[in-house]
């Protein structure tokens, strides 16, 4: 079987009837799919993830329509479900003060990334030491994400990665191809992100953007010289 890129929390999501989405007053919902898709995410889980978040709303809130914040929240949630790694930090903004205020019920913020309302809060605790942190992390090294591919089957790559170098704990690593070009992997719980790297890329030229993550949730990618595919896994704490 070939095995092709992909995120291992969407690797068990099964069918889903999708409600219909609604505008809404101000929003532009087409606007934002099609944002979704130029940010790199998945338009087809922002669907399932948005659409079902206000679904929810609707049934337990005490207004016809969902007010604008919520609206907005439940968006940059379903868009970073997506896929779409830079609203990650907007995202956790929006929800840490959703539950602090509790402008939002729990268990409509936890269908917009495809959680249950009990494990809201341990995800915003594992969040806030990686952008790797999940509740059901198991034991054992886990596999978190498969990137690249042959682009001859729709990947990016014409040779096989031959070595990896991890330029922060936050996600990002230099990918080497056995052909010599460089790629540049930036990744999270939910997506990934690759572009090619120029010569002399590493550690010292790299600004993260946020607080490093903690060592709670290591890191790695595996490559081998049979695959096109580099695998991400999340090893043990040390």
Not at 33 to 53: H, I, K, M, Q, Y
Request: proline content about 7%; charged content about 20%; glycine content about 10%.
């Amino acid at each position: 079987m070939i095995r092709r890129a992909g995120h291992a929390v969407n690797d068990t999501l099964g069918p889903a009837a999708v409600p219909e989405i609604a505008s809404f007053e101000g929003f532009d919902t087409r606007l934002a799919r099609d944002n979704v898709v130029s940010w790199g995410g998945d338009p087809e889980l922002f669907d399932r993830f948005f659409a079902t978040a206000i679904d929810l709303d609707r049934s337990e809130s005490t207004t016809e329509q969902p007010l604008p914040h919520t609206v907005l929240t439940l968006a940059s949630l379903a868009a970073w479900r997506s896929g779409v790694l830079d609203l990650r930090q907007d995202a956790l903004g929006r929800l840490t003060e959703a539950l602090d205020s509790g402008s939002v019920a729990d268990s409509v913020l936890a269908s917009a990334l495809g959680l249950q309302a009990s494990e809201l809060s341990d995800f915003v605790r594992c969040q806030a030491e990686s952008p790797f942190g999940w509740p059901a992390r198991g034991t054992g090294e886990v596999v978190v994400a498969r990137v690249g591919g042959f682009r001859g089957l729709g990947g990016p790559w014409t040779a096989p990665p031959a070595s990896a170098e991890q330029l922060s704990s936050d996600g990002d690593f230099l990918i080497t191809l056995a052909d010599g070009e460089l790629w540049r992997l930036e990744a999270d719980i939910f997506g990934t992100r690759l572009s090619r790297a120029e010569p002399g890329t590493g550690p010292e030229t790299e600004r993260p953007s946020e607080p490093p993550a903690s060592g709670a949730w290591p890191t790695r990618l595996a490559v081998f010289d049979t695959s096109y595919i580099a695998w991400l896994v999340l090893g043990q704490a040390a």
